[in-house]
């Protein structure tokens, strides 16, 4: 149980705010460049702040001020330009580092006036990387984005699912150091609403375990029928700082990012690769292709029919905010009490002007970050579900020509054999 004023350092994302100047040491994944290649202008909540994300027609990619600087029109309608984006109202232009650099009409009347040179507007760094689009709002100098590893394979299937969560980013990521969830939410839960799930039979959860590693935290389970020499527990799954979950096996991984659009709301981005086996062509990606995850049935109730859309249930289902005031915590959350105080020690770390875990500034690191991924041969030739054939969806709502594209990455695997 927390206090009000604890639960509030959790959740509370606007800068000056304890986990807001946090999350503004990491970079965020705000939009697949796809998305861009289609539109060049799109509005963005970050951490409280309204922006609007652009490409100019030179190809760079700013992150600005939502509102105009002159009469406060929306800049999500506004003109992408060889090297800016212009009002639409009145013809200001504003290149990538917030600063006004035409003025039309002003221009015209004082031909030597210097008035634009004095006009600016907040602007952030973006980089694009692994067909994503992020974004860093905290002081310079900047630090790397984080090139996980997956992000260097180049022998699969990638795409991109963006989800609009409507409650705190801190309800998702309590979900990413929390295994026995999987047991009831996933497993049972999924049997009694009859839909496919990717866990097969529901294990019970014998033993938990949760510690530290570079970049976050490591959570551990052993279930019924296997042991603590099963990976489950040797390596365990991996809870990424600040605020991601990562899935992986060998033949095929995922990030879920769960970004803070502001206290009360939340832009899931999940990253998936597909690998082919050995010796088998990757099919050809001109670019990542992506979709948007579907949260609601027709009838406006919570989608239950996939993995994801079972989480979003519990997250959302907490209310915008959780009232951890009210919670009841167990041995089952022992994972949630540590990332709480991991995250204070973090806050602290920032306050003293450190940088906290997960902020890469080495680029040789940065060349490929390792992350524990499993090797779990069992169920390569069936995908990531154990006992399916083909590959089942996270989320409700991922194109059948993605769905197509993953099987024939899976099928790839038919006769692959160990590496031993
Ligand atoms: S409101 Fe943007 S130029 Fe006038
Ligand atoms: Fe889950």
């Known amino acids: 149980m927390l206090t009000e004023a604890e639960n509030r350092f959790f959740t509370e994302v606007s800068a000056g705010t304890p986990m807001g100047e946090y999350l503004r040491r990491h970079w965020h994944p705000i939009a697949p460049i796809?998305?861009?290649?289609?539109?060049?202008?799109?509005?963005?909540?970050?951490?409280g702040e309204d922006l609007v994300l652009y490409r100019d027609r030179s190809g760079t990619y700013g992150l600005i001020d939502r509102l105009c600087p002159h009469r406060r029109v929306d800049l999500s309608?506004?003109?992408?330009?060889?090297?800016?984006?212009?009002?639409?109202?009145?013809?200001?232009?504003?290149?990538?580092?917030?600063?006004?650099?035409?003025?039309?009409?002003?221009?015209?009347?004082?031909?030597?006036?210097?008035?634009?040179?004095?006009?600016?507007?907040?602007?952030y760094p973006v980089e694009p990387k692994a067909g994503l689009l992020w974004a860093y709002l905290g002081p310079a100098p900047a630090p790397l984005v984080p090139n996980w590893e997956p992000f260097t394979h180049d022998d699969g299937f990638v795409d991109v699912c963006i989800t609009v969560l409507p409650c705190n980013w801190f309800q998702a990521q309590e979900n990413s150091i929390d295994p026995v969830h999987a047991e009831w939410l996933h497993a049972y839960w999924a049997q009694q609403?009859?839909?496919?799930?990717?866990?097969?039979?529901?294990?019970?959860?014998?033993?938990?375990?949760?510690?530290?590693?570079?970049?976050?935290?490591?959570?551990?389970?052993?279930?019924?029928?296997?042991?603590?020499?099963?990976?489950?527990?040797?390596?365990?799954?991996?809870?990424?700082?600040?605020?991601a979950l990562f899935i992986g096996h060998t033949y095929a991984c995922h990030f879920e990012w769960r970004v803070p659009i502001d206290d009360e709301n939340t832009l899931s981005v999940m990253w998936f690769l597909n690998r082919v086996a050995p010796g088998h062509e990757p099919p050809k990606q001109p670019s990542i292709p992506y979709w948007y995850g579907e949260v609601y049935d027709e009838d406006g109730?919570?989608?239950?029919?996939?993995?994801?859309?079972?989480?979003?249930?519990?997250?959302?289902g907490q209310g915008?905010?959780?009232?951890?005031?009210?919670?009841?915590?167990?041995?089952?959350?022992?994972?949630?009490?540590?990332?709480?105080?991991?995250?204070?020690?973090?806050?602290?770390?920032?306050?003293?002007?450190?940088?906290?875990?997960?902020?890469?500034?080495?680029?040789?690191?940065?060349?490929?970050?390792?992350?524990?991924?499993?090797?779990?041969?069992?169920?390569?030739?069936?995908?990531?579900?154990?006992?399916?054939?083909?590959?089942?969806?996270?989320?409700h709502g991922e194109p059948e020509e993605a769905i197509a594209a993953i099987n024939d990455v899976i099928a790839t695997w038919k006769d692959a054999k160990p590496a031993s």
């Open 34 to 47: 796809a998305e861009l290649d289609e539109r060049s202008t799109k509005p963005v909540r970050l951490l």
């Open 77 to 123: 309608y506004g003109i992408p330009e060889e090297d800016g984006l212009r009002c639409m109202y009145h013809g200001w232009m504003f290149d990538e580092t917030g600063q006004c650099v035409e003025q039309p009409f002003e221009e015209t009347v004082h031909p030597d006036g210097r008035f634009k040179e004095k006009v600016k507007v907040t602007a």
């Open 193 to 243: 609403l009859s839909v496919d799930t990717i866990f097969g039979k529901p294990p019970s959860h014998i033993k938990i375990g949760a510690d530290a590693f570079d970049y976050g935290m490591i959570y551990r389970r052993v279930v019924q029928g296997s042991s603590e020499e099963d990976e489950n527990w040797l390596k365990g799954r991996v809870c990424l700082f600040p605020y």
């Open 301 to 316: 109730r919570f989608r239950t029919s996939h993995v994801v859309n079972q989480d979003i249930v519990a997250w959302a």
């Open 320 to 395: 915008r905010i959780a009232d951890r005031t009210k919670e009841t915590l167990g041995e089952s959350d022992k994972g949630v009490i540590m990332l709480r105080r991991m995250l204070k020690e973090q806050a602290a770390l920032v306050a003293e002007g450190k940088d906290p875990m997960s902020v890469v500034r080495d680029p040789v690191a940065n060349e490929s970050l390792h992350l524990p991924v499993h090797d779990f041969f069992g169920t390569i030739a069936v995908g990531p579900g154990a006992g399916n054939t083909a590959h089942i969806p996270f989320q």
